[in-house]
């Protein structure tokens, strides 16, 4: 198995239940748990494969206790669900399981940690595939190996072992590249756990007299694409077709520029300059090289922005925003902020060039996460995160005066997850829960938003949500 990194449980998928669904009739004091406890203690799974996982609490006379526990885990390496951990990504990871008091119980929540090894399928066929062309000798070519498990899937950047039968005929790198020395035959093998696969050549002598380079023009802008071809003859001026050409190009900067490390980028002939300057492309095959340079311009493509005003909230971050027209006629901006103590800012943007803020609204939260406005202007979402009770939710906002917006209400049933996008329309909210569904509320009578529906895509996650002409277009991904 290749080393592999540790990775962090920040990025995490979600589940939440009760131990009462793992075993027996069971109490219900959330406020009394002591420790958790994992059954196994810790997990070993291949990618693709799952594993059972329980988790009981217990208080300190050593009863369990039928209390929530929420597990997280990396979301691109472990999936999570019903008491079955799958494997995604080989590596060493953590699950990370809550147990959650009640919203009275005053007490910080009791923590585990399950550590969790994903191991990689055996290898159970490789496959050498290379460039086209055929190998003469002083010529390269690019080999790489597509390593297979038992259920056909592939392994990711497999760790591979390559070597030559005859390194005086051809020699290969760590990376695959072929280059042959000398007319004969050799076999070239790719070794990955112990599985082998071997590619046989037979090394030509090159009778190519001459090598020409074709395409390009002598200046282009910026990211213009250049093409070009290389043409290899024989001594009669036939055009040798199955050639490999190895290319490479020169940058010579001008002056004035300060370039960065790679200013071109180079690939099959077709070239792009991203910085201005001189650039020679070379085509090489054995002992025959041609190249072609051309200069780099500008693309005199700049257009100049005004800034026409702005609205300063010094000590923290914008981390979202919605210009809408208000009521009252006056043009508006909410701001939603991170690390803020839960603020959002309201600002009046009726002339650009005099921005200022007119109020602020202060809801129980780290961070809001996103501010919408529905579309006839009558109430504002906002979305947050870091509630001291955990139930963050969804908060509603009266803008029957947009200057001074303020909390009609709060909707957290199906929503304790957090949200972190949501979208009103006239009627309704969908609101996201937990990146796993979203949720419909019907907002009509603001100050009493009630549930009427939600959407749960199979098997992903969502990240937005966005109404258009009476259609949902989510981002699901996973």
């Known amino acids: 198995m290749p080393s592999v990194l540790r990775k962090s449980v920040l990025s995490s998928a979600m589940m939440l239940f009760t ?45 369990i206790v039928d209390v929530p526990i929420r597990m997280t885990a990396p979301r691109r390496a472990l999936r999570v669900r019903g008491g079955n951990v799958v494997g995604i990504e080989a590596g060493s990871y953590e699950i990370v399981a809550m147990a959650v008091p009640g919203p009275a119980a005053g007490v910080a929540s009791t923590v585990l940690r399950i550590p ?21 000798e002083g010529t390269t070519i690019r080999h790489w190996v597509r390593a297979h498990h038992p259920d056909g899937s592939t392994r990711p950047s497999p760790a591979v072992d390559w070597a030559t039968s005859d390194r005086a005929v051809a020699e290969v790198d760590r990376f695959g590249n072929v280059t042959a020395f000398r007319p004969g035959e050799v076999v070239i093998a790719a070794t990955v756990e112990d599985v082998r696969a071997t590619r046989a050549f037979r090394v030509r002598r090159l009778a190519g007299a001459d090598i020409e380079l074709v395409g390009g023009i002598g200046e282009v802008r910026t990211g213009d694409v250049q093409r070009f071809w290389a043409v290899v003859r024989d001594s009669s001026g036939a055009v040798l077709e199955d050639v490999p050409i190895t290319w490479s190009h020169a940058y010579a900067p001008p002056a004035d520029v300060v370039a960065p490390s790679a200013p071109g980028q180079l690939r099959a002939g077709r070239f792009v300059g991203d910085v201005p300057g001189t650039y020679t492309v070379v085509a090489s095959a054995g002992t025959l090289q041609a190249r072609s340079s051309f200069r780099v311009v500008a693309r005199e493509a700049v257009q100049q922005l005004e800034v026409v005003g702005q609205g300063r909230q010094q000590r923290v971050r914008t981390t979202d925003f919605w210009v809408y027209e208000g009521v009252d006629g006056r043009d508006y901006a909410l701001t939603g902020a991170k690390q803020a103590d839960g603020h959002a800012y309201a600002w009046d943007v009726t002339d650009p060039s005099n921005i200022f803020k007119t109020d602020s609204v202060q ?11 529905s579309p006839d202007a009558r109430y504002a979402t906002m979305t947050r ?5 955990r139930r963050n939710g969804v908060v509603i906002l009266d803008l029957a005066d947009p200057a001074h917006p303020k909390i009609a209400s709060m909707f957290d049933e199906g929503l304790t997850g957090g949200v972190h996008n949501a979208f009103p329309t006239n009627d309704y909210v969908f609101a996201l829960s937990g990146g796993d569904k979203y949720v419909i509320l019907d907002v009509r009578d603001i100050y009493d938003p009630t549930y009427v ?26």
């Open 19 to 63: 131990a009462s669904h793992v075993i027996g009739q069971v109490r219900d004091t959330a406020d009394q748990v002591v420790r958790l406890e994992a059954s196994p203690p810790a997990i070993v799974v291949a990618a693709g494969d799952s594993a059972s996982l329980a988790v009981v609490a217990y208080d300190a006379a050593g009863q």
């Open 116 to 136: 969790v090894t994903v191991r990689w399928p055996p290898v159970a066929r490789v496959e050498i595939q290379a460039e086209s062309g055929q190998l003469y």
């Open 363 to 373: 809801v129980d939260a780290r961070s809001v996460n996103d501010v919408k406005v």
């Open 385 to 389: 995160e870091g509630a001291s009770n």
């Open 453 to 478: 529906g939600e959407y749960n895509h199979p098997d992903s996650r969502v990240h937005d949500v966005w109404v258009h002409d009476g259609i949902a277009y989510s981002a699901e991904w996973g």
